[in-house]
């Protein structure tokens, strides 16, 4: 599978979030952060986790934060 292909999952989970976001959990989710200068959004939090389980097949938080963190900062 290549880096674009790769991609396009991320986009697609992403969007997907994001539409879930509006109809179902706009009013049951709550947020849990102060900070009104995020590095990144809640949606975007969820899509890198599930990226990370679904694609990368990596299941431990460390694991998913390297690669959040080297993901974030290319």
Do not use: H, P, W
């Not at 809640?42 to 938080?61: G, T």
């Amino acid at each position: 599978m290549t880096l674009a292909d790769n991609m396009k999952k991320l986009v697609k989970i992403y969007c997907y979030v994001c539409e879930q976001r509006e109809e179902k959990l706009q009013y049951g989710c709550q947020r849990f952060s102060n900070n009104n200068r995020l590095a990144c959004t809640d949606q975007e939090a969820v899509s890198i986790y599930l990226y990370c389980m679904s694609v990368e097949r990596r299941f431990r938080v460390k694991d998913i934060y390297e690669f959040a963190s080297v993901y974030l900062r290319s």
